[in-house]
């Protein structure tokens, strides 16, 4: 998702609408403007944004990483009697 900020200062407007639209299209991606100061296209912007990762399980359903993480539920595999894996 490509999101278009501050379009309630257009006179200041660094990307033009139509390259902002083209780059999201060339990335295959949902393509919206808004201004946090007037709130205009926020809400569009979260429910968009929402929409997708509700609408695309592999975004919500990937495990998560769990680097670093010890699970006391995991088998201890050290070969110590009730010892830390770690």
């Not at 407007?13 to 060339?26: F, I, L, M, N, S």
Request: glycine share 8%.
């Amino acid at each position: 998702m490509v999101i278009g900020n501050k379009i309630d200062k257009e006179s200041e407007r660094q990307v033009p609408r139509k390259e902002g639209a083209e780059y999201a299209r060339k990335h295959q991606t949902l393509f919206l403007e808004c201004s946090a100061k007037t709130r205009v296209g926020v809400q569009q912007a979260v429910e968009e944004l929402v929409n997708k990762i509700v609408e695309t399980p592999s975004l919500w359903r990937k495990p998560v990483q769990t680097k670093g993480v010890v699970s006391i539920d995991e088998t201890v595999t050290s070969g110590i009697p009730g010892g830390c894996a770690c």
